[in-house]
């Protein structure tokens, strides 16, 4: 099992930043798959959630309305859209994937089965 990030980079606040995780080794259906990030010191956030089998989406509430998550099955990724970003988005952000079935999907990052190597989105002011 193998989740790999890309898409990070250094953005001007207001532009998008689009993050893709490709998924390795899993039936995707089966697992929810989140966006984490993390700023140095501090925990791990999630940032967003696809439940299984895409059925509902969940967004923090620093995004809502700014980033929108996708599963895209054919190609086996999960995407991060990122607009009207702000220098508080600034992290590493890394795909995580739990298997349950439903419409839920935990924050509590200790549960996920599945994590990327991350990838560092810097937005400056």
């Known amino acids: 099992v193998q989740l790999v990030e890309s898409g990070g980079g250094l953005v001007q606040a207001g532009e998008s930043l689009r993050l893709s995780c490709v998924t390795f080794?899993?039936?995707?259906?089966?697992?929810?798959l989140a966006w984490f990030r993390q700023v140095p010191g501090k925990e791990l956030e999630r940032v967003s959630c696809?439940?299984?089998?895409?059925?509902?989406?969940y967004y923090a509430e620093g995004v809502q309305g700014r980033f929108t998550i996708s599963r895209d099955v054919a190609k086996k990724t999960v995407n991060l859209q990122m607009n009207n970003l702000k220098p508080e988005d600034t992290a590493e952000y890394y795909c995580?994937?739990?298997?349950?079935?439903?419409?839920?999907?935990?924050?509590?990052?200790?549960?996920?089965?599945?994590w990327g190597q991350g990838t560092q989105v810097t937005v400056s002011s």
């Open positions: 080794g899993f039936t995707m259906d089966l697992y929810a």
């Open positions: 696809s439940s299984s089998r895409g059925g509902t989406s």
């Open positions: 995580a994937a739990i298997l349950h079935l439903g419409r839920e999907c935990t924050a509590i990052s200790q549960r996920f089965d599945f």
